[in-house]
């Protein structure tokens, strides 16, 4: 079955420290996977997406994320993190429908508090 | 948002009582989605159309139709409101199409949050 695991609830960091959002996959075929962050009350807004090529994509505000394809995971990460990250976070992964369509399957989400 | 609107906002209504939400967008894609998201399950796929008058059920769609006459519409209807359906309803669009499209990125709108009493 085609699935995407976030294994953490929550992150906690302190500003300024490196963070990591974990992100690891099941999906036959090629896997196109994708961030997202959703700020309270507001949609999901796309941070980065992998599609084929360098295993680390750079993304937006700062946000990078590194593919490893032994080891099923697109894990989110960031050199230096800020109040201002503090949000819930999720991972999603592209699957077939059926006709030959594709869907978005994402993870249950990691909100990630970095404190001042 | 990505030119993306959805109305209402915020909506409470009463268990049995039909409810329409609806989606709209300027960006002429052809791709729509509805999903709803709940605390522990992320974003689940209710409905999705590949074009005017085209579309397909997701994984909880249950409860739920759909209708897109125009390009730029996309409605969702609970035909009988229940509890089970209180949550915040997302559309989206782009992506999901066939090999040409599959590297497109979704893009989401705003949210209806929505209570059944």
């Known amino acids: 079955a085609q699935s995407v695991a976030q294994p953490e609830d929550q992150v906690n960091v302190a500003e300024g420290n490196p963070l990591t959002v974990k992100c690891t996959y099941s999906v036959s075929g090629n896997p196109y996977l994708f961030w997202y962050v959703q700020y309270p009350n507001r949609g999901l807004q796309f941070l980065l997406k992998y599609i084929t090529g360098d295993n680390l994509v750079k993304g937006s505000y700062g946000f990078e994320a590194e593919f490893n394809k032994s080891q099923t995971s697109f894990h989110l990460k960031k050199p230096s993190a800020l109040v201002s990250d503090s949000a819930l976070y999720f991972c999603?992964?592209?699957?077939?429908?059926?006709?030959?369509?594709?869907?978005?399957?994402f993870g249950a989400g990691t909100r990630l508090a970095v404190h001042p | 948002d990505a030119g993306i609107t959805q109305s209402p906002r915020h909506k409470v209504t009463e268990t049995g009582t039909p409810v329409t939400l609806r989606c709209h967008q300027t960006e002429n894609h052809r791709y729509m989605y509805w999903y709803r998201q709940d605390p522990g399950h992320g974003l689940r796929l209710i409905h999705y159309?590949?074009?005017?008058?085209?579309?397909d059920k997701g994984e909880v769609s249950d409860g739920y139709s759909v209708s897109r006459s125009k390009t730029e519409d996309f409605l969702l209807t609970l035909e009988s409101a229940t509890s089970s359906q209180t949550s915040v309803y997302f559309c989206?669009?782009?992506?999901?199409?066939?090999?040409?499209?599959?590297?497109?990125?979704?893009?989401f709108g705003p949210g209806t949050r929505l209570l059944v009493l």
């Open positions: 989206a669009i782009g992506g999901g199409g066939r090999a040409s499209s599959i590297q497109e990125t979704q893009y």
């Open positions: 159309s590949y074009g005017v008058k085209d579309t």
């Open positions: 999603a992964v592209r699957a077939s429908v059926s006709g030959g369509y594709n869907k978005l399957i």
